[in-house]
C-alpha cells in the first residue's frame, strides 16, 4: 500500500510540474513576445524622431534661398511635434501621415518657387538623408508588423489563448497607413 501511494503522489507531483511548466513557458513566451513588438515599435518612432530631426537642417538650407511660406513652414512644424508625441503605432501612423502631406506640400511650394535651390549640395544631401530615413522607416514598419503578428497568433491559438485571457495579454494594433495613403503624391523638384 505504500509502494501504491508513493507511485500516485509521484505521478500527481509530475503533473503539477507539467502544468506550472507549461504555464511558465507559455507566459514567458508571450511576455517575449510583447517585448519584442514593443521593441520594434520603439524602432519605428526612433526612425520617425530621426526624420523630424532632419527637418530643421532642411529648414536652414532652404532659408538661404528664400523667404518662406510660413504658414506651410508652421504645417511640417506642427506635425513633426505631433511625431514626437505620439504614443502608440495608431496615433504613430496619423502623426507620420500628416508631417509626410506638410512636407510635400512645403519642398514642393520651395521647390517651384526656387529652382536654384534645387542644385544645391546640401539640399541634395538632405533630400537624401530624408530618403534613406523614409526606407528605414519603411523596414521598422514591417519589422513591427511581423511582430505583432507572430504575438497576436500566439494569444489567438490554443493553449496561448487560455493563457493570454487569464494573464491579461490583448492583440496589438499594427501599423496601417491611413486612408487615401495609397495616392502617390505629387513631388516635382
Do not use: C, H
Not at 60 to 79: F, I
Amino acid at each position: 500500500m505504500k509502494k501504491r501511494t508513493l507511485i500516485i503522489l509521484g505521478a500527481v507531483a509530475a503533473v503539477l510540474v507539467i502544468i506550472i511548466a507549461l504555464f511558465a513557458g507559455t507566459y514567458n513566451r508571450m511576455v517575449s513576445l510583447q517585448t519584442a513588438v514593443e521593441s520594434k515599435q520603439a524602432t519605428i518612432q526612433t526612425q520617425l524622431q530621426r526624420r523630424a530631426d532632419l527637418i530643421p537642417n532642411f529648414v536652414a538650407s532652404v532659408k538661404g534661398y528664400t523667404e518662406y511660406e510660413q504658414s506651410t513652414l508652421q504645417a511640417v512644424t506642427e506635425a513633426r511635434a505631433k511625431v514626437g508625441a505620439a504614443s502608440d503605432a495608431t496615433e504613430q501612423a496619423a502623426a507620420n501621415d500628416q508631417l509626410n502631406g506638410a512636407i510635400d506640400v512645403w519642398v514642393n511650394a520651395v521647390t517651384e518657387a526656387y529652382p536654384e535651390l534645387k542644385a544645391s549640395a546640401q539640399f541634395i544631401a538632405l533630400q537624401d538623408e530624408l530618403a534613406g530615413t523614409e526606407n528605414r522607416i519603411s523596414t521598422a514598419r514591417i519589422d513591427y508588423n511581423n511582430a505583432v503578428q507572430t504575438y497576436n497568433a500566439s494569444i489567438r491559438k490554443f493553449p496561448g489563448n487560455l493563457f493570454a485571457g487569464l494573464y491579461g495579454f490583448e492583440a496589438m494594433p499594427f501599423f496601417e497607413a491611413s486612408e487615401g495613403s495609397e495616392q502617390v503624391p505629387t513631388v516635382s523638384f
